[in-house]
């Protein structure tokens, strides 16, 4: 059984609209996450009426909101906005912690929370998929976007594991596993452009609602925000990967083609011919092949004739293709310790901000205790 979430309704603001109205902000404290909805009086009332057209044998809510006033309005008067507040968050709370747990568990309350709704705790894979088939216009909920960002983090993950099986097909030389590995990896990066371009669409217009109210505090933004920059730069770090490896293996089929040329113009007649030559030539170094400058002759070659200079640069080429192997295996490591390190540092946004949500919670504290220290001045 999952805990109840901590909610409390610490502060209070007025709308920048035509006609301005108070905001209740609320603050819920998840096991994982912290963060603040912003709802109106209407908001409350709405839900209490459905919760109670909603409720089984006639039983009420065990609270009801308190009741409207219709001669003093809360945006004129402090008093009244804060006697509001307190009674507002008394409701919320002991809807919260009330023994019958059936107010909890309608989709009225879940959805006025912007909690998951509870079929989603026993079946995370349908929300898993619908979160990979989202769009800009179905991600307007805070926790469809969270969802959403999920699944794109499994999206990233499944292209960096096509592209680690294909650079290990490539080794055993296996052309056509490293074509199906590299069309796996473009599909799940293409879905992974599509749920960036998605998400950063969505917040926008998770900033405000159509009534002017944030759905998401300034914070919770940043961080959203911080987290569709890092999924745009290691998706970019991927598809450059992922280029490199496409150009190397380019290359290596090339030379491997006119190595390939190159061995079938001799016969077994020419090669017995060139190893008794040069066994002439290691008895008498002195013979060398016209065409050959004596002052850039090496004690490796000295002894060799053209063709023994070709199989020797042949083998060269060879140990340098090995050396360029160990480069490459060395330089994936580091791309893994890098992308641990983005990995990291995501965590440590995270971390950072639950904090600035913290800082704006007392920050709305401390502004309401100096209001009522102006009062009693």
Known sequence: MTSQPEISVPTTSTSTTAKPYTIYNITLRLPLRTFTLQKRYSDFTTLHSTLSSQSLESKPPPISPPP????????????????????????????????????????????????????????????????????????????????AHRALKSQLHDARLAITKREQASSFSSPQQSHEYSATAKKHLVAA????????????????DTWGRKKLGEGET????????????????????????VAKSGLDAAIAEKTTNANANGNDSNNNDNKSHLLQQSKNPDTISSGRVLGKETSRTRALDNTGVLQLQQQLMAEQDEDVDVLGAAVRRQGQIAVEIQEELERQKDLLGLLDEDVDRVQGKMDVARKRVGKLS
């Open 193 to 208: 452009g599509s749920t960036i371009a998605n998400l950063d669409s969505a917040l926008k217009g998770l900033a405000s």
């Open 222 to 245: 940043r961080r959203r925000k911080d987290l569709v920059s890092s999924a745009r730069k290691e998706k970019e770090g991927l598809e450059n990967l992922m280029n490199a490896m």
């Open 68 to 147: 409207k006033s219709y001669f003093t309005s809360t945006t004129s008067s402090p008093a009244l906005a804060e006697s509001r507040r307190q009674h507002l968050e008394r409701y919320l709370q002991t809807l919260n912690t009330d023994p019958d747990g059936r107010w909890r568990n309608t989709p009225a309350w879940r959805s006025f929370l912007n909690l998951p709704s509870s079929s989603s705790h026993n079946n995370n894979s349908n929300r898993h998929a619908a979160a990979l088939r989202s769009n800009s216009n179905n991600l307007s909920d805070p926790i469809a976007w969270l969802d």
